[in-house]
DNA sequence: TAAATTACTCTATCTGTCAAAGTAATTTTT
DNA sequence: AAAAATTACTTTGACAGATAGAGTAATTTA
């Protein structure tokens, strides 16, 4: 399993991913997540809302209430155009950090 | 800049990787990894020390004090076989956790 | 001998992830 | 219709790693 700290600062451009491609809501995220990774990630509940709340302070999305439902109320979330500069910014960091990493962990394995 | 959520987790893994080349004192390391990622990644000190301390409690590093000395006495560190082996697991967890990244954060920038 | 340099330590704070327990709304079962 | 199951979101509190900042220690240089 994928050790939290590995994963973390990454899981805001995960999200903000998804949330471009349309607009979503929280269990459908992290149901997306999961078959995407092939379950090799699974976001936990507590932090897929805490990332939310994390993103809508800062006005990378916004939310709004479904008409659709199986159940209680959907949350969906949409990106703005701030969220969208700032996935691309992190786009171009996460080339950075791959080269910095790769420096480090690449190469033959030690005896 | 790199941000200290998208380093950590790594530093582990940076760190051993210095001292599987060779035994190396703290300001040595810092030095080296300031060189090889061309100032583009710094390691503060208060982490440094934290990461030293961490991989001793481990048992993934031992240390011992230096002879020569420009000041005052240095600690010296060294893998341990503990240490190579983690390191070793190190390499391909950063594997698998590029492609997943890369699932989210590749191809084209979005407007 | 005072200042500069090299090197390591300690404490306190901040942030992101997460477990656990709870709330809310709708559908299915009995 | 009431109870149970399912879908979905919220809140609280804990924990660990990174870091600022201040301090300590030992040696060399001015």
């Given at each position: 399993m994928i050790s939290s700290d590995i994963i973390r600062g990454h899981l805001d451009s995960i999200i903000l991913k998804l949330i471009i491609e349309k607009d979503r809501y929280g269990y459908e995220i992290s149901n997306e997540i999961s078959t995407r990774t092939n379950n090799r990630f699974q976001i936990k509940e507590a932090t897929l809302y805490a990332v939310f709340h994390r993103l809508e302070n800062k006005e990378l999305i916004e939310s709004y209430i479904g008409?659709?439902?199986?159940g209680r109320k959907r949350k969906y979330y949409k990106i703005t155009s701030l969220g969208k500069a700032y996935y691309n910014e992190k786009i171009k960091e996460w080339q950075i950090i791959k080269e910095i990493i790769n420096l480090f962990l690449e190469g033959s394995e030690n005896e």
């Open positions: 008409d659709v439902t199986h």
